[in-house]
């Protein structure tokens, strides 16, 4: 089976403070994923890469960056933490670079930012 | 962009009783998938279906690709089937639009 592995359930940071957020599939998968999701909203794609140290904007890119250093990690960071960041982080991936396809998600990290 | 709209939004079931969930898409799709999001947050990937029927156990989906829709259907509900259905399609390189889901309780 898939794993994919996102290295916090929940967080707590304060205004400004820089985060990061790890995500870690044991597929051999291209495609890594970060969404958010928010009540209302449902999930919004921030970026994806299709390759190591290839990453694409997604929907809501604005406050957010990424890196993907090796093939199985792909990190979510926010530089200047703030409070309409406070959300749910879904890590995502897939077999392949060229599409989409089936979609294998992480258990979730809970951001609150005081 | 696509729009995904997914019918009906909150729906309460007996256990045993079954169900149908919709699906509806503006534009053509290369693919669908339909995940399944426990109370705890995880999104299980339940089916991955451009077209035709599916089956796998007490769950089955059937997407009209032509028609621009999708259905998922939940036979003899149980209290672990409880939570949030999204119905997601791709419409570009990498490109998943996700509908607002459907909210399923199952009472005992």
């Known amino acids: 089976d898939v794993k994919v592995t996102q290295s916090s359930r929940y967080l707590v940071k304060r205004t400004g403070e820089k985060v990061f957020l790890e995500c870690v599939q044991d597929m051999d998968h291209e495609n890594m994923f970060w969404y958010r999701q928010d009540p209302g909203l449902g999930l919004r794609l921030i970026y994806f890469?299709?390759?190591?140290?290839?990453?694409e904007k997604g929907d809501i890119p604005e406050g957010y960056s990424v890196s993907r250093e090796k093939k199985e990690r792909f990190s979510l960071i926010l530089e200047s933490a703030s409070t309409n960041q406070t959300s749910m982080y879904l890590c995502?991936?897939?077999?392949?670079?060229?599409?989409?396809?089936?979609?294998?998600f992480g258990e979730g990290s809970r951001l609150t930012v005081l | 962009g696509i729009q995904v709209e997914q019918s009906p939004p909150d729906l309460i079931l007996q256990e045993g009783a079954n169900s149908t969930l919709r699906c509806n898409f503006s534009?053509?799709?290369?693919?669908l998938q339909w995940f399944h999001q426990n109370p705890w947050g995880q999104l299980i990937n339940l089916f991955y279906?451009?077209?035709g029927t599916k089956q796998n156990g007490r769950l089955s989906a059937t997407t009209v690709a032509t028609e621009r829709y999708s259905l998922l259907y939940i036979s003899s509900s149980q209290t672990t089937d409880s939570g949030v259905y999204f119905c997601a399609v791709e419409h570009g390189n990498n490109r998943l639009a996700f509908g607002k889901g459907n909210q399923v309780v199952v009472i005992p």
């Open positions: 995502a991936s897939s077999l392949s670079q060229y599409y989409t396809g089936e979609l294998f």
């Open positions: 279906i451009p077209s």
């Open positions: 534009d053509s799709v290369n693919n």
């Open positions: 890469s299709y390759d190591v140290k290839m990453k």
